[in-house]
Structure formats: C-alpha cells, structure tokens
C-alpha cells in the first residue's frame, strides 16, 4: 500500500514537471473556445463505492447530460455535445491530466480501473460482485489498455478483476507504457 501511493507520487510529481506546459495550454485552450470554466468536475465512485469529484478539462458544453459517453444513442448526438475543442483534447487525453490532482488527493491511483460515474449502475454491480470495488480507481488501468471504450461491460470488468488478482508495481509500470503507446497511437478511442 505505502509503496503504490509512493510509487503514484512520484509518478504524478514528475508528470506534473513534464506535461505543466500541456497543463496550461489545455486550460487555455478549452477556456477561450467555449463558454464555461475550463475544468468540469465529475461525480465519480471511487475506492469501495464511496463518491468523490474527479477533474477533467471540460470537452463537452455547459449543460451536457452527464452520462457514460458509450450510452449516448448516435455518434451524431455525441458530438453535438462536444465543445470546438473537446474531440481533440479527448483524442489526444489532455482532458484527463488534471486528474493528476486527484491522485495527489488520494482519491485516484495513477493504475486501477477508470472511475465509473455515480449513475453507471450496471457497472458499479458488476465490479462491486467481482471486488473490484476495494481498489482505489485510476488515471489508466488493465481495461483501458486492452479495449478501452470498445469493449463491453462484463468484458471491462474482466479485465478489472484481472488487475485485482495481479496487481503489482511491475504491471502497473507496463500499463502505464502500455498507455504512452496507445495514446500516442490514439487505440480505441471513441470519441
């Protein structure tokens, strides 16, 4: 426990030193193409079910239904709610770097499996079934790596267990270039 916090502090400590000059241009980015804050904090579940608000930089516009992007019914209706910008910040995942301050909070982990929102409930079931529900949720995680957005839930939950099952430092070091890789490669991304 004390090494993987230590380990996501250093991680969040260097990333923070690396991407501060992605961290202010996104903020800018998203601020002076749409109208709203630049941060949108999200209801999430986190570390045995409990809530807490996760940041994000805001890609979608003031007002949107706060819904799993997957349920939204037409590819169409998705991007009518995207800001100018929110389709380039997601596809590249600058929208997920001010997460980085969850994880310093204690909230998030930099490895564990994505936050569901408050209302995805047939997701929290599955993963509170399967006990994924007791580790702290993450930045990246097994799931995102191998499918992300495409994969189904019972699938993503799969996945999830598998990471409680094998946890460990080495795993997460590979998650994490695992997700270099696909971010650069901008695999599985939906949205």
């Known amino acids: 426990m ?6 996501d502090i250093l991680n969040v400590v260097i990333a923070i030193l690396l991407f501060s000059p992605l961290l202010v241009f996104s903020y800018l980015l998203v601020k002076l193409t749409s109208v709203g804050p ?7 579940v986190g570390k045995n079910n409990m809530l807490f608000q996760m940041p994000k930089f805001r890609s ?9 992007t997957h349920l939204m019914n037409q590819q169409r209706d998705r991007n009518a709610f995207l800001t100018p910008v929110g389709s380039f910040i997601r596809k590249t995942s600058l929208d997920e770097l001010p997460q980085l301050w969850s994880v ?11 936050p569901a929102l408050f209302n995805q409930d ?17 930045i990246t995680g097994w799931a995102q790596v191998n ?7 019972p699938q993503k939950v799969a996945l999830d267990e598998y990471y409680l099952k094998h946890r460990s430092i080495w795993l997460d070091i590979k998650i994490i270039c695992m ?8 695999d599985n991304i939906t949205h």
């Open 2 to 7: 004390l090494i993987k916090r230590t380990f």
């Open 60 to 68: 979608m516009r003031v007002g949107t239904p706060q819904i799993a």
């Open 38 to 44: 630049a941060l949108y904090w999200s209801q999430r």
């Open 122 to 138: 047939d997701l929290i079931a599955l993963r509170t079934e399967k006990n994924v529900h007791t580790l702290k949720p993450g």
């Open 104 to 114: 310093l909070k204690g909230d998030m982990s930099v490895v564990g499996p994505r």
């Open 147 to 153: 499918g992300r957005d495409e994969i189904p839930i």
């Open 179 to 186: 997700t270099v890789i696909k971010v650069i490669r901008r």
